[in-house]
């Protein structure tokens, strides 16, 4: 499953698969907004995979390729890329902790103002878009 990459950098293309199947998660939980309970616990599953995938492979990656990154003068766009996804994740983690705590006191699932739900998921997409900007201007430029 090498797209662009040698051996060594897989786990970048591995991370580039988990963020489609995210973002396809994302929009298949909008999707079910009639339905609260499948729509927070879909949106908990994702926002805690995205949190993995932050700790495990983006965040050890950006200090193993620091170096490399700022080369090729793409110091702006990754930092861009990882302030937008941060605060997704940051907004995502208080609907997640506030979905859960409802589920657990059996109350309304009620978790937020619908505007800070439409933030998140914007926020997510934008980071999503540039993450995927980065994945091929990194790859055609700076691995090439």
Known sequence: ?????????????????????LIALLIFGDIQKPNRRRHGTIMVIATIVNLATLAIIMLPALFIKWSLIEL?????????HAIVGGIAIVIGLVFSIRFLIFLSRNKD????????MRIVNLTWLVSFVLGLIFYFVFYTTAIA
Do not use: R, Y
């Not at 090729?72 to 861009?80: F, G, K, P, R, S």
């Not at 699932?109 to 800070?116: A, Q, R, T, Y």
């Open 1 to 21: 499953m090498i797209f662009f990459s040698n051996a060594l950098n897989v786990m970048f293309d591995i991370n580039f698969v988990i963020q489609i199947a």
């Open 72 to 80: 090729h003068n793409l110091t702006a766009m990754i930092l861009i």
């Open 109 to 116: 699932l009620n978790c937020g103002p619908k505007m800070g």
